[in-house]
T-cell receptor, first 113, second 110 residues
């Protein structure tokens, strides 16, 4: 199994630019989670999907952030416009319905200048 | 607001000793409790989960849960330098609604 796949692994952009992060969950997993990790705030849940439907987006910081899951094998997290305070590592994780283990992807390191 | 608290550390223990990591949580309705390990620059990986009060052992790791005190701990026996990492406590409801603590950095000294 390839595990959770995220792209890009690193992204450097300038303030005001649009950033799109991508995630492919493990095949057969029907829950997908987006997290953000910073030194100051730790690991924060941004949004999660069950069966491609957003269940809880209360962790999304503001309207500049949006997430979609058009099908079971793909999700995007978009930041528009990006700001320097968005700099963080963004993780995607997935698990099976009823399963306890969330499997994390390698993360995307985002730097907004 | 659900909160999960951990000592930030760093916690330093000599090789072969027992490392004890602690976590408290605010939501009494939480049903499932997790310990993740995160090496520097890597993603979190699950070590153990526990649902019921008491102890759960897996190799050198023991998770302890006390729901009345809203407290969960992780003991690492015979600590090895390879155990040096940040340990994240997470609290949720059966794989959903995870809230992670800030993590405790453990350093095992050879």
């Amino acid at each position: 199994d390839a595990g959770v796949i995220q792209s890009p692994r690193h992204e450097v952009t300038e303030m005001g630019q649009e950033v799109t992060l991508r995630c492919k969950p493990i095949s057969g997993h029907n829950s997908l989670f987006w997290y953000r990790q910073t030194m100051m705030r730790g690991l924060e849940l941004l949004i999660y999907f069950n069966n491609n439907v957003p269940i809880d987006d209360s962790g999304m910081p503001e309207d500049r952030f949006s997430a979609k899951m058009p099908n079971a094998s793909f999700s995007t997290l978009k930041i528009q416009p990006s700001e320097p305070r968005d700099s963080a590592v963004y993780f995607c994780a997935s698990n099976q319905a009823g399963g306890e283990t969330q499997y994390f992807g390698p993360g995307t390191r985002l730097l907004v200048l | 607001q659900k909160e999960v608290e951990q000592n930030s550390g760093p916690l330093s223990v000599p090789e072969g000793a027992i490392a004890s990591l602690n976590c408290t949580y605010s939501d009494r309705g939480s049903q499932s409790f997790f310990w993740y390990r995160q090496y520097s620059g890597k993603s979190p990986e699950l070590i153990m989960f526990i649902y019921s009060n008491g102890d759960k052992e897996d190799g050198r790791f023991t998770a302890q849960l006390n729901k009345a005190s809203q407290y969960v701990s992780l003991l690492i026996r015979d600590s090895q330098p390879s155990d040096s990492a940040t340990y994240l406590c997470a609290v949720g409801n059966y794989g959903q609604n995870f809230v992670f603590g800030p993590g405790t950095r453990l350093s095992v000294l050879p």
